[in-house]
């Protein structure tokens, strides 16, 4: 039986938060326990207006399976827990919150990575499990209307007797929902051609923070009025609780091979990546494994991967079977052109589905060499793949620490994963201090401090350090245009001054101090 992780812990922690988890800036120790007693008991007796008995949990034994995401470092009990059944008892638990100011978090199923369903400690957590229901798949249309608590793999198996398929495909598909990769925008290894969250998604219909409908985006080929579809897309869940989702369904290739490329360095592999786009070839998949990650995949799954080299590539190509050879042939003339110093292309389905096996189980995988390990969420240009995966080795010798890489290669989104023990706490500080340096050397790189995680409150000083205190502003007042007493999702996404200015006090970047307008005594 393979190990695995006490507790994984995924994405750099906030260095100015604490670990046992309180980024809305309160001191639960210090808190006046008789005041939260009474608020629980006015806004749950307000709450049973509106909903049954049996949708509001109050009792820790109830409401502690809420307390935190897929990023288990950080974790607050939720005052009170609602389980709404439909469209008008969702309506009315908002409509509530609305009227006492009770914050709200909506939670999908709590794979999260970034923290973005950390329950607010005063506020109420929605969990929209109930929502699960596939209303229409349209195959002359090739579209699907599913709630939002509809699996993602669930949309595909819904739409295969109609040879569709829901092209989105991040390594949680099996138990993430359709609203939480809309809330975060998610990927995954096909996305390079096929596109995020953002690009398969036609509508988006939703409540506001008052309970009031709206949405985003049509069904048609255009909108009346601002189309705000992306905006909404990504947004964290800090604009509207989504209801329903209307997907793009794409008809199911007629062939797919996987394409195993080994390379004696990591620098010849990243440069690999880059010359394949720049022959203007663009594959189904195109991930990255360093050697280290390789083998700990290998001995997880047995895909038949290459031990012997330093990094190599899984190259997908799909389509009609002329084009797929094609397209083979031409990744392979550039793979070998690049240096490549064995290649293996699936001979079959089985095989093909063999080779993605060891990426797609590459986290639980590495549970066999570490007690914890922190999942690292960037993204920067292909180009500077190789410089990243040096910068990263010179980090493990800095931190003294080990990490593991894996790259969805195709669009620059990176995931290393630092290996840690958190039970020791001197290896927790050297881990988040990795992972900052991480996301800040991506920055450096020319880019950003997230990929498909999402910034939740996993990333909110990297946010200080990447954007300005005027860019900053301008997120707060798209999110106040749509919430304006700031009740969806609080202390998410957008740091305040303060913190930053806090984060700053211990911070240089590119030997400057950051925000050198704010007055220093």
């Known amino acids: 039986m393979q190990a695995v992780p006490h507790s994984t812990i995924h994405g750099a922690m906030n260095l100015a938060t604490p670990r046992s988890g309180n980024p809305h800036g309160e001191r639960p120790q210090a808190a006046d326990a008789a ?33 935190c995401d897929g990023l288990t470092a950080f974790r607050v009990l939720p005052m009170i827990v609602v389980l709404p059944e439909n469209e008008a008892q969702l309506a009315a638990t908002l409509r509530t919150c609305h009227s006492l100011r009770v914050p709200v978090v909506a939670r999908g199923a709590g794979t999260g990575l970034s923290g973005g369903a950390l329950p607010h400690r005063a506020g109420v957590t929605v969990s929209l499990a109930k929502f699960n229901k596939i209303l229409k798949v349209d195959p ?26 829901y092209a989105p495909d991040p390594s949680s598909q099996i138990a993430c929902t359709i609203g939480g990769n809309v809330a975060e925008n998610s990927g995954g290894v096909h996305c390079l051609k096929y596109g995020l969250t953002l690009h398969n998604v036609l509508r988006v219909r939703g409540l506001t923070a008052a309970g009031e ?8 080929l255009d909108v009346p009025g601002l189309d705000l579809l992306a905006i909404v897309i990504g947004s964290e869940g800090m604009l509207a609780v989504t209801i329903d989702v209307t997907v793009k369904l794409v ?36 991930e990255l494994m360093d050697r280290r990650m390789t083998e700990v995949a290998e001995n997880f799954v047995h895909a038949g991967y290459d031990l012997t080299a330093a990094a190599i590539l899984l190259c997908e190509s799909d389509g009609a079977p002329e084009e797929v050879e094609e397209e083979i042939a031409a990744m392979r003339r550039v793979l070998t052109e690049s240096g490549a110093t064995r290649i293996e292309v699936s001979r079959d389905e089985a095989q093909r589905l063999k080779f993605w096996s060891g990426r797609k189980n590459a986290f639980p995988a ?21 410089r990243m995966l040096l910068a990263i080795e ?47 050397e991506s920055l450096r790189l020319g ?17 200080c ?23 969806l999702n609080p202390g998410k996404v957008i740091p305040t001054l303060q913190r930053c200015a806090e984060y700053g006090k211990m911070h240089v970047h590119r030997g400057m101090l950051p925000f050198p307008e704010i007055p220093r005594f």
């Open 213 to 220: 409908p709206v949405e985003f985006g049509s069904e048609a």
């Open 447 to 463: 880019g950003t401090v997230t990929g498909e995680h999402g910034v939740g409150v996993e990333k909110l000083n990297s946010m």
């Open 465 to 487: 350090v990447q954007f300005s205190p005027a860019e900053r502003d301008r997120f707060l007042a798209v999110k106040r245009a749509f919430d304006a007493e700031e009740l």
């Open 366 to 386: 590495s549970g066999g060499i570490s007690p914890d390990y922190m999942c690292m969420d960037s993204t920067i240009p292909r180009r500077s793949l190789a």
């Open 140 to 165: 002359l249309s090739c579209t699907a209307v599913v709630q939002c608590g509809v699996r993602n793999l669930a949309i595909s198996e819904a739409a295969a007797p109609f040879g569709l398929y």
């Open 251 to 286: 008809p199911r290739p007629e062939l797919a091979r996987c394409m195993l490329a080994s390379f004696a360095t990591v620098e010849a592999a990243g440069e690999a990546v880059a010359n394949v786009i720049a022959q203007g070839i663009v594959p189904a998949g195109l």
């Open 394 to 440: 010179g980090m493990e010798i800095k931190y003294g620490l080990r990490c593991v890489n894996v790259f969805h290669a195709g669009d620059g989104n990176l995931h290393p994963l630092i290996l840690f023990d958190a039970s020791d706490p001197d290896q927790f500080r050297r881990c988040e201090l990795f992972g900052a340096e991480i996301l800040e």
């Open 35 to 67: 005041q939260l007693t009474a608020r629980t008991a006015e806004v749950s007796a307000a709450l049973a207006r509106v909903l049954p008995a049996n949708a509001i949990l109050t009792g820790r034994e109830q409401t502690q399976p809420y307390e």
